[in-house]
């Protein structure tokens, strides 16, 4: 498993338009928000891809980019971004090879079948390359609003929990 404070692994995949993306395409630019999703169109990942569109402005806004990885493919990944109007960027990591360097391939059981499947997992990257949080073991709701609030600690590292939220005046 990965922890916060090392260099983040190197990833190179096709995105939803058949454009090669890597991490070096950000290095020194932007943040990343490179979050790992089981397939393409079900529940839990549709629920998590909308949730971070709803952000996407804020998210930009705080010099970052938000990339979500699956083992679909491209065709795949842009029916998907249609159907639900998402502004994230989709990796096809067919081959599983990203999966596998993020440590996110994992053993499953579900009703007593044993099988391998993408573990849910958000990796916050800084703009050096450097993985400033980890988390694996993801629940979709209320992900993305998490993932911004770290975002905005990490862009502004003086901030406190009290100083993010305003207080009104009585």
């Known amino acids: 498993m990965l922890e916060k404070q090392q260099y983040a692994p190197m990833f190179r995949a096709l995105d939803q338009n058949n454009q090669l993306v890597s991490l070096t395409d950000y290095s020194g630019e932007k943040n990343i928000v490179l979050y790992f999703y089981p397939k393409d169109d079900t529940p839990g990942c549709t629920i998590e891809a909308n949730q971070f569109t709803q952000l996407a402005d804020e998210f ?6 938000v990339i979500g990885i699956s083992k679909d493919t491209c065709e ?10 998402l502004k994230v960027k989709l990796l096809a990591d067919t081959r599983g090879e990203m999966c596998e360097n993020y440590g996110v391939w994992r053993e499953r059981e579900k009703e007593g079948v044993k099988s391998m499947a993408i573990f849910r997992s958000t990796f916050i990257i800084d703009k050096n390359g450097v993985l400033a949080d980890v988390i694996y ?7 993305a609003q998490e993932v911004l609030e770290k975002i905005k600690a990490l ?13 009104e005046a009585e």
């Not at 795949?76 to 109007?85: A, E, P, Q, R, V």
């Open 137 to 143: 073991g993801v629940t979709p709701e209320g992900h």
């Open 60 to 65: 930009a806004d705080l010099d970052t980019v």
């Open 76 to 85: 795949s990944h842009t029916d998907f971004i249609n159907k639900y109007g």
């Open 155 to 167: 862009a502004n590292p003086d901030m406190t929990v009290a100083e993010e939220a305003p207080v």
